[in-house]
């Protein structure tokens, strides 16, 4: 097999005879030449992209896209933090203006209930102790935050304290002032006779007269002058008609005189409550009230208790 090969700047074709040794021989060589230049590009190509180098720079590119979507990602909770942040702030200000309230009310109600304003200054926490106890670690506020945050919990704890015990100290005097006698256990009518010594009006005598008369029309309601319980109802010598009640803490009132006896030993009875009808029974020159203050055992001038007010 022979191939011509036909150039234009000669004149003359050239033959190669593919049957011809040498020329099978310098093809092979070319052949050869041509597949080793080809295995070398291939090897310097697989060095360049399979080296460790390679490997350890696309590594870093991937971490560096890692700490980009991370930092935007820690933006983004950092945001949301101090939007946080900002809210509990402006809840904190609601909170100090509550307390604000809570301080004046305390220092109303003390002066309401004629306190000692050195007991109960709400300007100053009560004192308090205890053992320390272990506490939890937990999220870390900004310090001033957290700072604000703490003073105003130990704020609310002792108004918390001390509005508890002014609470306490007010119904103590709320149940006090129920129990003590108070006022004219009639409405109208007049101080015929007073507390002490004075002429008996029936004898003539001096003697001593244990408590005060108001006269009035027969069939005046008769009132508790203090809660308590009757403990007497019936007719006692010289006294007619008589209730007695039992107002606790050394207090009783005695009720005499009267035409109608309206409670019954053991009932319970509030400020105010019709205990009885007045009337005359008993020794007694007309229709009236007599009205009597025990305490502890002893019997009391009822005036200032009839002229003291709830």
Request: no cysteine.
């Amino acid at each position: 097999m022979q191939i011509i090969l036909v150039s234009k700047a000669r004149k003359a074709p050239r033959t190669l005879d593919l049957a011809s040794p040498r020329l099978r021989i310098g093809l092979a060589g070319l052949a050869a030449a041509a597949m080793l230049s080809f295995a070398g590009i291939g090897a310097v190509l697989a060095m360049g992209i399979f080296s460790p180098r390679s490997q350890a720079m696309n590594q870093i590119r991937a971490l560096q896209q890692q700490v980009k979507t991370q930092h935007a990602q820690l933006a983004k909770v950092r945001s949301q933090a101090q939007r946080d942040v900002n809210g509990l702030a402006v809840k904190l200000g609601q909170l100090e203006a509550q307390s604000v309230r809570l301080d004046a009310l305390g220092m109303r109600l003390t002066q309401v209930g004629k306190l000692d304003p050195k007991e109960f200054d709400f300007d100053q926490a009560p004192s308090v102790g205890g053992p320390e106890a272990d506490s939890e670690s937990s999220y870390a506020l900004p310090p001033s935050l957290n700072t604000s945050i703490s003073g105003l919990a130990s704020r609310f704890d002792s108004q918390q304290a001390q509005l508890r015990a002014l609470q306490d100290l007010l119904l103590d005097r709320k149940v006090t002032s129920k129990l003590r006698p108070a006022g004219m256990p009639v409405a109208g009518g007049y101080i015929s006779s007073y507390f002490g010594a004075r002429v008996d009006p029936i004898n003539g005598h001096r003697s001593f007269h244990p408590g005060l008369d108001i006269a009035v029309p027969d069939d005046t309601k008769v009132h508790a002058v203090a809660e308590g319980i009757v403990t007497y109802a019936g007719v006692r010598r010289g006294y007619g008609n008589v209730v007695e009640i039992d107002h606790g803490d050394g207090y009783m009132t005695r009720y005499a005189h009267n035409s109608k006896l309206l409670v019954h030993p053991g009932e319970h009875v509030k400020v105010g409550e019709v205990v009885a009808d007045s009337g005359s029974t008993g020794r007694s020159t007309g229709p009236h009230v007599h009205f009597e203050v025990w305490y502890k055992g002893r019997v009391v001038n009822p005036l200032t208790y009839v002229r003291a007010h709830r």
